[in-house]
């Protein structure tokens, strides 16, 4: 049996699991042949979401019930890693829209878990089953936005946008920083702040048109990586979004994030997993290239070299550092039952996903050292590949600051929180 791109990262698929990375296996030349392109230019090409859309991929993850293929975060992770093989920022605009899924199912499981009353219920249930019906039957492209630059010591991610009550609906108003699709996704799903509600439980989630009224990308994404991603962050000028299409329910953002393992919404990993399948393609393409070039002088290898063999080790030892961090991650979150304590988890994952980012792009920094100049060219595999996986430094939280919640929720000093808002 042939081996599955993404069964280098998860060996053990179960039958069902492989059908669905198979689906993702046979997209990739499609996606691959845009690829350059998109780097070059700055865009993300409409030829690879309608590859994704006509495979039924945008409900990769969405439950059978509401006509998803009802993938697990193993199928998740590895569809990330293996799109991230051959186009990394397709691979982190696919991710954000499969994120969305969580705002559907663990809506319904802090349903099921009688989270919420029952005058709530049927307004939780109705917006989940408009998200993954939108995903699944629809095929629609979500994209979901909550980071924003405002900075707080006690989250990771702090939330200003506001949503005020009006006839009707709900006026948004705010600036998200960071978000891929921009102008190109069916529908911008937005984490937003009651005006009236301070804290985090003042989150809710509101469902908002590409085209309305006010919306408008906040800068045209010209970044030194993911440049194909269309991260153009999300401009909302007092948007409308009419009540069916809002989760306005204090507390429910919170009560959902309670239903995930990391005490969010238990994905993250497969976001990593994008940079080190890139990491793992610029792996390949310098063993291939250095068992292909031969020394003028002996005509052996340039592999052969002490140097190159030394370099060689280093970026061997670091890819497999990587793997087994994303995977020990991937199975603390799917193991049923689970494996680790509940309060172990959130810690691991602060430090997994720095471990993830540091040396994943610490391969990419061997390949270019094998490489030597020519590889410096900006469409090189090389290049690109120093480019792209180096926005997991910084993407969501820097390995130092993960390092250090770590230590501090290790020893009980501080709990440090996914979300919050800007207001007390």
């Given at each position: 049996?042939?081996?599955?791109?993404a069964?280098h990262?998860?060996?053990?698929?179960?039958?069902?699991?492989?059908a669905?990375?198979?689906?993702?296996e046979?997209?990739?030349p499609?996606?691959?042949?845009h690829?350059?392109?998109?780097?070059?230019?700055?865009?993300?090409?409409?030829?690879?979401v309608?590859?994704?859309?006509?495979?039924?991929?945008?409900?990769?993850v969405?439950?059978?019930?509401?006509?998803?293929?009802?993938?697990?975060?193993?199928?998740?992770?590895?569809a990330?890693?293996?799109?991230?093989t051959?186009?990394?920022?397709?691979?982190?605009?696919?991710?954000?829209?499969?994120?969305?899924t969580?705002?559907?199912?663990?809506?319904?499981?802090?349903l099921?878990?009688?989270?919420?009353?029952?005058a709530?219920?049927?307004?939780?249930?109705?917006?989940?089953?408009?998200?993954?019906?939108?995903?699944?039957?629809?095929?629609?492209?979500l994209?979901?936005?909550?980071?924003?630059?405002?900075?707080?010591?006690?989250?990771?991610?702090?939330?200003?946008?506001?949503?005020?009550?009006?006839?009707?609906?709900?006026?948004?108003?705010?600036?998200?920083?960071?978000?891929c699709?921009?102008?190109?996704a069916?529908?911008?799903?937005?984490?937003?702040?009651?005006?009236?509600?301070?804290?985090?439980?003042?989150?809710?989630?509101f469902?908002?048109?590409?085209?309305?009224?006010?919306?408008?990308?906040?800068?045209?994404?010209?970044?030194?990586?993911?440049?194909?991603?269309?991260?153009?962050?999300?401009?909302?000028?007092?948007?409308f979004v009419?009540?069916?299409?809002?989760?306005?329910?204090?507390?429910?953002?919170?009560?959902?994030?309670?239903?995930?393992?990391t005490?969010?919404?238990?994905?993250?990993v497969?976001?990593?997993?994008?940079?080190?399948?890139?990491?793992?393609?610029?792996?390949?393409?310098?063993?291939?290239?250095?068992?292909?070039?031969?020394?003028?002088?002996?005509?052996?290898?340039?592999?052969?070299?002490?140097?190159?063999?030394?370099?060689?080790?280093?970026?061997?030892?670091?890819?497999?550092?990587a793997?087994?961090?994303?995977?020990?991650?991937?199975?603390?979150?799917?193991?049923?039952?689970?494996?680790?304590?509940?309060?172990?988890?959130?810690?691991?994952w602060?430090?997994?996903?720095?471990?993830?980012?540091?040396?994943?792009?610490?391969?990419?920094?061997?390949?270019?050292?094998?490489a030597?100049?020519?590889?410096t060219?900006?469409?090189?595999?090389f290049?690109?590949?120093?480019?792209?996986?180096?926005?997991?430094?910084?993407?969501?939280?820097?390995?130092?600051?993960?390092?250090?919640?770590?230590?501090?929720?290790?020893?009980?000093?501080?709990e440090?929180t996914?979300?919050?808002?800007?207001?007390?």
């Amino acid at each position: 049996m042939t081996k599955l791109t993404a069964e280098h990262l998860i060996e053990d698929y179960s039958p069902a699991e492989r059908a669905l990375i198979e689906r993702v296996e046979q997209v990739l030349p499609a996606l691959e042949a845009h690829s350059a392109a998109m780097d070059q230019d700055s865009f993300l090409a409409l030829e690879n979401v309608e590859t994704l859309r006509d495979a039924g991929l945008l409900g990769l993850v969405v439950p059978d019930a509401y006509n998803g293929l009802g993938g697990n975060l193993r199928v998740w992770a590895g569809a990330c890693f293996a799109i991230g093989t051959v186009c990394p920022s397709t691979a982190l605009a696919y991710f954000f829209h499969l994120t969305s899924t969580s705002r559907g199912t663990l809506s319904l499981k802090a349903l099921d878990a009688g989270l919420f009353d029952k005058a709530e219920a049927p307004l939780v249930r109705a917006f989940a089953e408009k998200v993954l019906y939108a995903m699944g039957r629809e095929r629609k492209w979500l994209a979901n936005f909550a980071s924003e630059s405002v900075k707080s010591e006690a989250a990771a991610i702090t939330i200003n946008t506001t949503a005020t009550k009006v006839a009707g609906g709900w006026s948004l108003r705010g600036t998200k920083s960071f978000g891929c699709a921009t102008g190109i996704a069916d529908r911008y799903l937005v984490t937003a702040g009651l005006a009236d509600v301070d804290g985090a439980n003042g989150l809710c989630l509101f469902l908002v048109n590409r085209d309305a009224p006010g919306t408008r990308g906040r800068i045209r994404w010209n970044a030194l990586g993911m440049r194909g991603s269309a991260t153009e962050g999300l401009v909302l000028e007092d948007v409308f979004v009419a009540d069916e299409d809002a989760l306005a329910i204090p507390g429910a953002f919170v009560k959902m994030c309670s239903q995930s393992r990391t005490g969010y919404v238990g994905n993250q990993v497969a976001a990593s997993s994008i940079y080190l399948g890139a990491a793992f393609a610029v792996y390949r393409a310098a063993m291939e290239n250095m068992l292909k070039r031969k020394f003028e002088d002996t005509g052996r290898a340039l592999a052969t070299g002490a140097y190159q063999q030394q370099i060689i080790g280093d970026m061997y030892a670091d890819l497999n550092t990587a793997l087994l961090w994303a995977r020990r991650m991937i199975e603390i979150e799917t193991a049923e039952p689970p494996i680790v304590p509940a309060e172990e988890v959130m810690p691991f994952w602060r430090v997994c996903k720095g471990q993830v980012a540091e040396h994943s792009f610490k391969v990419t920094q061997h390949a270019l050292k094998l490489a030597g100049t020519a590889g410096t060219l900006f469409g090189t595999p090389f290049s690109r590949a120093l480019r792209d996986v180096a926005m997991g430094l910084v993407q969501a939280f820097p390995a130092e600051r993960g390092r250090l919640e770590a230590a501090r929720m290790l020893i009980g000093d501080a709990e440090q929180t996914s979300f919050g808002t800007g207001r007390a």
